[in-house]
């Protein structure tokens, strides 16, 4: 197994760890609907598939 040949430094660490941060999705409100959903993405509501607060599919009765 490696290991290292000098320790590192607490701020050479913590530099490495700055990324490691989580970061909560960003959400956005539907303007026809008013319903939140994620950036960039399409949504169901009420059987109808909305992207940019325009319907793009309605969903298949079986």
């Given at each position: 197994m490696a290991h290292?040949?000098?320790r590192q430094s607490k701020s050479?660490?913590?530099k490495r760890r700055?990324?490691?941060s989580l970061t909560a999705p960003?959400?956005?409100t539907c303007p026809t609907t008013g319903?939140?959903?994620l950036f960039h993405r399409?949504?169901?509501h009420e059987g109808k598939l909305y992207?940019?607060?325009k319907i793009v599919?309605?969903?298949a009765e079986a």
């Open positions: 290292p040949k000098r050479r660490t913590r700055t990324h490691d960003t959400v956005a319903q939140p959903h399409a949504h169901w992207y940019k607060g599919m309605e969903k």
